[in-house]
């Protein structure tokens, strides 16, 4: 599994950020008509959870293959990939509120071409834009250095007894920050980092970090923020 990805997004004309999708695929291309998306000059990142508790769960994991889209790893990704190895995880991942069921009712063989998709999704983006660096991860950033954090996330460190990866794709701890106004400090060596993982009714700011997961199935509301 890639740990960290980088983009050069200058040669796009538009660049956009887009929350957890959810399964909700008829949504999130509605969402790209509205702002006269187009796949041949245009780029799409996403933050993660691209399935689960939607219907649209294989048109979904068709955006992996697509040129002009983008996407880190979520929990629902890892969801699946550990599902697929034992019965434990999935019967957690298959219980309604997470909304897994769907995976294990298709052919073992199919299951397994998904789980090679989800472990080629990196962790941690980085996308640069002229001289702007922005962050996409999925659902914490536990470290307020950027640089310092990728090194922890190549190295496969440990904060406290959790692993790195497993943080960067389960905590909340950021977002319940920014959620009740805590003080959260700006993550030094990047201009912007964009997180998912945790609904907020609207894009919520603190600092230098955004969180952008809006609901989507849960709402209606596919969050689509123009970076470029």
């Keep these: 599994m890639s740990q960290i990805k980088y983009i050069n997004a200058d040669k796009y004309s538009k660049v956009f950020i887009t929350g957890d999708i959810h399964g909700s695929y008829a949504l999130f291309m509605q969402s790209l008509n509205k702002v006269n998306f187009d796949p041949e000059k245009d780029l799409v990142v996403c ?27 979520g929990n629902h990704e890892e969801f699946c990939i550990a599902g697929f190895m034992d019965d434990y995880s999935a019967s957690v991942h298959s ?29 941690i983006i980085e996308m640069s834009i002229g001289t702007t660096k922005i962050g996409i991860i999925h659902a ?8 310092e954090l990728k090194d922890v996330v190549e190295q496969g460190y440990y904060i406290g007894s959790s692993k790195i990866t497993d943080i960067l794709t389960w905590s909340r701890a950021t977002a319940k920050k920014i959620i009740n106004r805590l003080y959260t400090p700006s993550i030094a060596n990047i201009d912007h980092v964009y ?22 199935v849960f709402t209606g509301n596919v969050t689509l923020l123009r970076v470029k």
């Design 47 to 73: 933050t993660g959870d691209l399935v689960d508790r939607g219907k649209e769960n294989l048109e979904s994991i068709t955006l992996i293959d697509e040129p002009w889209f983008e996407s880190v790893i």
């Design 95 to 123: 219980a309604t509120n997470n909304g897994g069921a769907w995976f294990y009712t298709l052919p073992l063989e199919q299951q397994e071409s998904i789980i090679d998709k989800f472990k080629k999704l990196p962790y």
């Design 140 to 147: 914490d950033v536990p470290i307020d250095d950027w640089e």
């Design 195 to 216: 997180l998912g993982h945790t609904v907020v009714h609207t894009p919520l700011t603190s600092g230098n970090i955004h969180l952008i997961d809006t609901g989507a």
